[in-house]
Structures are given as structure tokens and as C-alpha cells.
């Protein structure tokens, strides 16, 4: 079975532009979380899917940020535009239920230059 | 804020040696996490406490919580090479219809053959 997988590895673009990341759970994971390490901090938790719906989006820095999951399947998040603050990794991790076991994504490792 | 601390930040350890790693929290939780991740892999997950006085045990790694005291250690028996890696401890929080991951700030480990 695959485990949960994101795109792309690693993403340089320049302070003012836009991004987009890619996260594809596990096969029937309803529940989606994205999070972020920022350089030599804790990862921190940024939201969480049920399914289409924001369950928790209490994480999510600024405005400038957008995630996404239509149809319950893949999701996206969106920096927009991305300043220097905003490199770090960003994980996204699946679970099939609440309170089950997460499982993570190798990360997306964003630097913005 | 609820805050998870974990101790050292970074450890280099000699084969053979033993050490242990150490994560306190600031909140009441039903679950700690320890993972682990290699550099540009997933956070693998190694353990996750139930209750107090849980102590689970996989090869060279021993973990055990205290809800008490709200602290969880991670014990390495006899170090080796293959268990270099960054770990972490995690506590997961539950709000209404919501579950998150609280992170530590990660311990990276090196051993020295």
C-alpha cells in the first residue's frame, strides 16, 4: 500500500511568489493535516481535513495561506504570496479515523529566497 | 500555550553507550507519540503511550510515560550507528470534533562508531 506522498521534494522560489504543494493520503484516509517545521523549531500544526471540510484551521499563519481538498482526495496548500518567513518543511500526514495512528508524508522542503 | 519540551536538542553518543531522551509537556493528554525521521524521510512512528506508567519497548529503544508528572523519556540501550536520526516526542490534543499533534523540538541524534 502507499504510504502518503508529496509534491514536489523541494521548491526554491523568490519572496513574492506563489506556490503550491501537494498532498495525496492513504487510500480511505478521511482525515488530512498539514503541518510545518520552521529552521531549527518544533513542527506545528497548521490544519486538519475531514474529509472536504476544514475541521481545524487554527494553525494556518496568515491569509496569505490557502489549503484545499476537493472531493476529499488530494489536497493542496497555497502560499501567496510566500515571504521569507515561510521556508521551512511542510508535512502532511493521513489517518483513517480520529484518534488513529497518523501517518506522515516525507515533507515538501520550501525556501524562499 | 501548550508547550511540549524535549531534551537535549542534540546528542552525540558513542557506540555502545547508553542515553536517554527527555519530553515534558504542559497539558493533560491521552496520547504521546515518539517518531522517528531520517533526513529527507517521513516521520516513522515509533511508539505511542496510552497511560500512565505505559512502557513499550522496540530493539535498542525503550519508551515510558508519566502523566503525572507529564513526562515521557525515551531510553537507548547499548547505541548504535543505524539509530542516528532526529526523534521526536508528540502530544496529541483533542477539541470538539478536532485532533492535532503538539511536537517537541525534535532530538537529533549522532552516534560515533
Known amino acids: 500500500e502507499a504510504g502518503v506522498t508529496q509534491f514536489p521534494s523541494h521548491s526554491v522560489i523568490e519572496k513574492g511568489q506563489t506556490v503550491t504543494l501537494r498532498c495525496d493520503p492513504i487510500s480511505g484516509h478521511d482525515n488530512l493535516y498539514w503541518y510545518r517545521r520552521v529552521m531549527g523549531k518544533e513542527i506545528k500544526f497548521l490544519l486538519h481535513f475531514v474529509k472536504e471540510s476544514k475541521q481545524d484551521e487554527s494553525g494556518m499563519p496568515n491569509n496569505r495561506f490557502l489549503a484545499e481538498r476537493t472531493g476529499g482526495t488530494y489536497s493542496t496548500l497555497k502560499v501567496q504570496p510566500a515571504e521569507l518567513e515561510d521556508s521551512g518543511v511542510y508535512f502532511c500526514?493521513?489517518?483513517?479515523?480520529?484518534?488513529?495512528?497518523?501517518?506522515f508524508g516525507p515533507g515538501t522542503r520550501l525556501t524562499v529566497l | 500555550e501548550l508547550k511540549v519540551e524535549q531534551n537535549p536538542l542534540f546528542l552525540s553518543m558513542q557506540e555502545g553507550k547508553n542515553y536517554t531522551i527527555y519530553c515534558n509537556y504542559s497539558?493533560?493528554?491521552?496520547?504521546l507519540y515518539w517518531y522517528r525521521q531520517d533526513p529527507g524521510k517521513s516521520l516513522e512512528s515509533l511508539f505511542v503511550?496510552?497511560?500512565?506508567?505505559a512502557v513499550k519497548q522496540e530493539g535498542r529503544l525503550m519508551a515510558s510515560l508519566d502523566t503525572k508528572a507529564r513526562l515521557s523519556t525515551l531510553h537507548i540501550t547499548a547505541a548504535v550507528h543505524d539509530l542516528s536520526a532526529t526523534y521526536f516526542c508528540?502530544?496529541?490534543?483533542?477539541?470538539?470534533?478536532?485532533?492535532?499533534?503538539?511536537f517537541g523540538t525534535g532530538t537529533l541524534l549522532a552516534v560515533q562508531p
Open positions: 497539558t493533560t493528554s491521552d496520547r
Open positions: 500526514a493521513s489517518s483513517q479515523y480520529q484518534g488513529g495512528p497518523s501517518f
Open positions: 508528540a502530544v496529541e490534543i483533542y477539541g470538539g470534533a478536532t485532533n492535532k499533534l503538539i
Open positions: 503511550l496510552l497511560s500512565n506508567g
